[in-house]
């Protein structure tokens, strides 16, 4: 079993079919179902996508979105050890930092980004779901 954490930018590309990065998530979304790939996102990214959806769209529909998600997705919680790693990190980017940490305390070896130098100190494989994809392929 494969096992990615996805990145906020991905769900909200799917959430709100940005473009031109609707379909490549989208693709990525079809090829985990019965892939044995168990994807997780972190529960600070359930509340960036219930307010950046909300913003964008209404209430009802960002709800609506997020139970969807939650059918095909895990939530890794976010508790103080991951806060306090995340605090003392390198990374410039906080967000970044708590899900690069929630990966790794999880044993989770690959974030789905689309912003992949946010994540260049990782110790961890940082694809875009186009490589994600394409490495997928090949086994």
Do not use: C, W
């Amino acid at each position: 079993m494969t096992k990615i954490l996805l990145d906020t930018n991905i769900i909200l590309d799917i959430a709100l079919k940005r473009e031109p990065h609707f379909a490549d998530s989208a693709a990525l979304f079809k090829k985990m179902d019965g892939n044995n790939i168990q994807a997780f996102i972190t529960a600070t990214t359930i509340t960036d996508i219930y307010y950046i959806s909300k913003k964008a769209k209404d209430h009802t529909t960002a709800i609506q979105f997020i139970s969807h998600l939650l059918q095909v997705v895990d939530v890794l919680g976010v508790d103080k050890k991951t806060v306090l790693l995340s605090l003392n990190s390198d990374m410039p980017d906080f967000e970044d930092a708590i899900q690069m940490n929630s990966a790794e305390l999880n044993g989770i070896k690959t974030i789905i980004t689309r912003n992949v130098k946010d994540f260049s100190d990782a110790k961890i494989n940082i694809n875009t779901p186009g490589e994600f994809l394409k490495n997928q392929n090949k086994t």
